[in-house]
Each structure stands twice: as structure tokens, then as C-alpha cells.
């Protein structure tokens, strides 16, 4: 079973530009997840979509950040425009109802 | 590659030796745990979960205990061996909301050989 597929793998920008992440769930996962790891702390969820529904946003930056899941399978998220502490690991899970979420490799901002 | 946990309170053990890392989590509305092992510069890896109905669960070396009347939970993690060296999290999911799953702080995990 291949796992959860994210890239880039790494990026830089400058702070004010624009950036994008890309995400492909396991196969049949309804639940997709993105997190924001920031160095020395655990994923913090910023948002959880049910097949193409959102299901949880409340930490998600929304005058900055935004997230879509089209046809309930890949997902982006990007963020407009970056600030320098949106420096992080953004990390993309998805799961089965009722089962434990699935992490890809992530992605390492770096904003500067 | 990615150094995930600077500043998280650390765990040294021997090799050979049992590891026991403690969590306290939130949320007694949670009914759902798992234990996450995150190395460098990957995501976190599923280890083992436990379910609100049940106080102890094992694996494959590792065993899960879970005290729902102090909100604690801990894994133990038998013969530790160097490939363990990692940050451990325990994640808490309640079904309100849709199933949502919310880290701890995390322990750093340092076997010595």
C-alpha cells in the first residue's frame, strides 16, 4: 500500500511571497489532515477535511492560509502571503473513520 | 535532516533496558489514543493505539497503558534497542467534531549503546 505522498519536499521563500503544498492520500482515506510542526513541538492541526468537506479549521490562519481538497482525493494548502513565522514542517495525514491517521514525509518551509 | 525535538524533555536509556515514556492528555471527552515515533526528517509513524474502553493494550515490544481517572497515558517499550531513538507522541481523538487527532508535547527518546 503506498503511504501518503507530499511535495515539495522542501521549500524557500522570501516573507510576502506565495507558496503552495501538494498532497496525495492513501488510497480510500476519507479523512485528510494537514498539520504545522514548528520546531521542538508536536503537529498542530490546522485542517481536517471528510472526503471534500471541511471538517475542522478553527487553527487555520485564515487571513493567510488557505486549504482545498477538489473531488475528495489530493489536497493543497497554500499560504498568502508567507510571514517568517510560517517557518515549519507542514505535514499532510489522512485516515480511515475511526482509525489512526497516516503521516507523509512533509514539507520544510523555510521563510526568510 | 530535520531535528524535531530541541527542546522536549528527553529520555536516556540504556540499551537492553525497558523505556517507559508518560503523556497526560486533555480532554476527557477523548476516546481514542495512539503513541506516534517521529525520527528526523520524516512524519510521525504510528506505533500502537488504545481505545477508551480498555486500560492496557500490547504490541510488538511495546505495551500501552492508559488511566482514564488522571487523564494519563504511557508507553512502555521493552529491550530498547538504538533504532528507537526518536520523539515519541501520544495523540488524543474525541468523535465530537469528526474524529480529530491532537498532539501532545512529545519526549525525546535517547538510547545509549
Known amino acids: 500500500e503506498a503511504g501518503v505522498a507530499q511535495s515539495p519536499r522542501y521549500k524557500i521563500i522570501e516573507k510576502r511571497q506565495s507558496v503552495a503544498f501538494w498532497c496525495n492520500p492513501i488510497?480510500?482515506?476519507?479523512?485528510l489532515y494537514w498539520y504545522q510542526q514548528i520546531l521542538g513541538q508536536g503537529p498542530k492541526l490546522l485542517i481536517q477535511f471528510q472526503n471534500n468537506g471541511v471538517v475542522d479549521d478553527s487553527q487555520l490562519p485564515k487571513d493567510r492560509f488557505s486549504a482545498e481538497r477538489l473531488k475528495g482525493v489530493d489536497s493543497t494548502l497554500k499560504i498568502q502571503p508567507a510571514k517568517l513565522e510560517d517557518s515549519a514542517v507542514y505535514l499532510c495525514a489522512s485516515s480511515r473513520a475511526g482509525h489512526p491517521a497516516f503521516f507523509g514525509q512533509g514539507t520544510r518551509l523555510t521563510v526568510v | 535532516g530535520e531535528n524535531v525535538g530541541l527542546h522536549l524533555p528527553t529520555l536516556s536509556v540504556q540499551e537492553g533496558d525497558n523505556s517507559i515514556i508518560n503523556c497526560a492528555y486533555s480532554n476527557s471527552a477523548s476516546d481514542y489514543f495512539i503513541w506516534y515515533k517521529q525520527e528526523s526528517g520524516k512524519g510521525p509513524q504510528f506505533i500502537i493505539d488504545?481505545?477508551?474502553?480498555?486500560d492496557k493494550r500490547q504490541g510488538q515490544r511495546v505495551t500501552v497503558l492508559l488511566n482514564k481517572t488522571v487523564k494519563h497515558l504511557s508507553l512502555q517499550i521493552a529491550a530498547t534497542q538504538p533504532g528507537d531513538s526518536a520523539v515519541y507522541f501520544c495523540a488524543e481523538n474525541t468523535g465530537t467534531g469528526g474524529f480529530k487527532t491532537i498532539f501532545g508535547a512529545g519526549t525525546r527518546l535517547f538510547v545509549k549503546a
Open positions: 488510497s480510500g482515506h476519507a479523512t
Open positions: 488504545i481505545r477508551s474502553n480498555m
